[in-house]
């Protein structure tokens, strides 16, 4: 994993194979009734890398492998800066208000 760019306040962190970026996360700091979390802001795999299980990558795959990073990544900083909630926001246009 390597972290990229910040966009906003959005910290970007990149799955590479062969020089090639095939999954990545976005990451943010957020709150939720005054309670620290981390946010989950989108994760992508690269289409020809979906539903395949790769052996260097714990026998996961590559999304299974970037929710795990995020789970301990929020530990780690849970432990040091004391967030409570690791969060996922859905990306779905059904679930907005008309």
């Not at 020809?48 to 530990?75: A, G, M, P, Q």
């Not at 432990?79 to 208000?97: A, Q, Y």
Request: proline residues 1%.
């Amino acid at each position: 994993m390597s972290k990229s760019c910040k966009k906003g306040d959005t910290v970007i962190y990149y799955l590479t194979q062969d020089d090639e970026i095939c999954g990545f996360v976005g990451l943010s700091a957020s709150k939720i009734d005054n309670i620290s979390c981390i946010n989950i802001d989108y994760i992508h795999v690269v289409e020809k890398y979906r539903k395949v299980v790769y052996s260097d990558l714990d026998n996961k795959k590559i999304s299974e492998y970037l929710v795990s990073f995020c789970l301990s990544l929020s530990s780690e900083l849970k432990n040091s800066i004391g967030f409570r909630w690791l969060v996922l926001t859905p990306d779905n246009s059904e679930l907005e208000k008309n």
